[in-house]
């Protein structure tokens, strides 16, 4: 007696394609999708920024004539500019403001000229839409009350 041997049928091998096929489609399309939607980079934080600690220095000027007042301040990592305002306690309140990306700040009498009385200057940092708190005020006055801003320059009180 012979045996015969049974030789397998094209149907099963297709069949067993199409069923690797469609099995392992679910897991290609799971490892695509994981891998094609990453989430956005997205960072939160309840930080703030520190206030400035302000201070004042009195400099001599050209050859001692038209002083003016310095303002250093601590700096903020990250801050990228610093609003330094000057307002005085007339009524109403005299106020100018300078943009600037660091200290040191000079603060000249032209900047002031016309203008009378004691200025009061403070510091606030930016980042963005963020500001830190006002830092505490630094007075400045006219080195010479007679010549006033203009013409006899600023110094610290």
Not at 13 to 38: D, E, H, K, R, T
Request: glycine share 10%; charged share 10%.
């Amino acid at each position: 007696m012979t045996a015969k041997r049974r030789s397998r049928t094209p149907f099963s091998v297709g069949a067993f394609l199409i069923g690797a096929l469609v099995g392992g489609m679910p897991l290609a399309a799971v490892a695509y999708w994981s891998a094609a939607s990453a989430a956005p980079a997205f960072s939160a934080s309840t930080a703030t920024l520190p206030v400035p600690s302000l201070s004042c220095s009195s400099q001599s000027g050209f050859l001692g004539l038209t002083p003016y007042a310095r303002f250093t301040w601590t700096t903020n990592a990250g801050a990228t500019s610093y609003t330094v305002t000057a307002r005085n306690d007339a009524s109403p309140p005299a106020t100018t403001t300078s943009e600037v990306s660091g200290p040191p700040f000079d603060l000249r009498g032209s900047l002031l000229s016309g203008l009378a009385g004691t200025f009061h200057v403070s510091v606030v940092a930016h980042y963005g839409t963020w500001t830190s708190a006002s830092s505490t005020s630094a007075a400045v006055v006219p080195s010479d009350p007679l010549l006033g801003f203009l013409l006899g320059g600023t110094k610290c009180q």
